[in-house]
């Protein structure tokens, strides 16, 4: 009984496993047409502005501005920056732990919130996608998911909404401003920033400059 029951369990965890890998796998090749948080704020508002625009028709600055602000490693570790993880512990907070990979896993496949059972399922499909997707891919489908103001998502509704400009013509400054917004674009405004916006942004234009000459903007930049 114990056996049959233990062929059971492992069959399960390998037709998860299998499944998983190959839904990662689709989304390396086929851009996801929405996520759940999509689909939910689209019902709440009534619509919401969003256009898919490839990462050669992204300026490079605004690329660079996104991972000086979310995950300044990005392109040296596999899914997790353990050394992000721990100062995070250190200081109390799990602010700055999570990368632009794991950002990616739950924008794309899973949910927002802080449940620990979505905190599993992310910490265990990111391992997947960095497996699976080029550092550049998982850098363009987050530039066209994440959030830049309410219904505002992607790097081209955000460059138009804001701006009034294309993706491929975004300023460092405008980069930084957009980049700034992330962690809360439903309270941040790149059009009207405060004083504490502009200081991040500084800080942000200065992390984008500082990962290009590094070395810690090649995984993405082709």
């Not at 265990?124 to 850098?139: C, D, F, Q, Y």
């Not at 920033?193 to 000459?213: D, M, N, V, Y």
Request: charge should be positive; include cysteine; glycine fraction near 6%.
């Amino acid at each position: 009984m114990l056996n049959r029951l233990s062929r059971l369990i492992w069959r399960s965890v390998a037709v998860v496993f299998l499944v998983v890998v190959a839904v990662v796998l689709l989304g390396r090749f086929v851009n996801p047409p929405t996520t759940a948080y999509m689909f939910g704020e689209s019902r709440r508002l009534g619509g919401i502005e969003r256009q898919w625009v490839p990462m050669d028709m992204i300026a490079p600055v605004m690329a660079r501005s996104v991972v000086a602000a979310e995950d300044a490693n990005f392109c040296l570790h596999w899914g997790f920056d353990v050394a992000a993880i721990r100062l995070a512990i250190a200081q109390g907070s799990n602010r700055g732990a999570s990368t632009l990979s794991q950002q990616t896993v739950k924008n794309v496949y899973l949910w927002h919130g802080r449940s620990w059972l979505r905190k599993a399922m992310e910490a265990g499909i990111t391992p997947v996608l960095e497996a699976i997707w080029p550092k550049r891919r998982i850098l363009e489908v987050y530039l066209n998911v994440a959030e830049f103001d309410e219904g505002v998502f992607g790097v081209r509704a955000a460059a138009q909404h804001y701006f009034g400009v294309a993706p491929d013509a975004i300023t460092a400054q405008q980069a930084a401003q957009l980049a700034a917004v992330l962690p809360a674009p439903q309270t941040r405004s790149a059009l009207r920033p405060t004083a504490f916006l502009q200081k991040r942004a500084a800080q942000i234009r200065s992390g984008a400059a500082t990962i290009e000459a590094d070395g810690r903007s090649d995984c993405f930049e082709s």
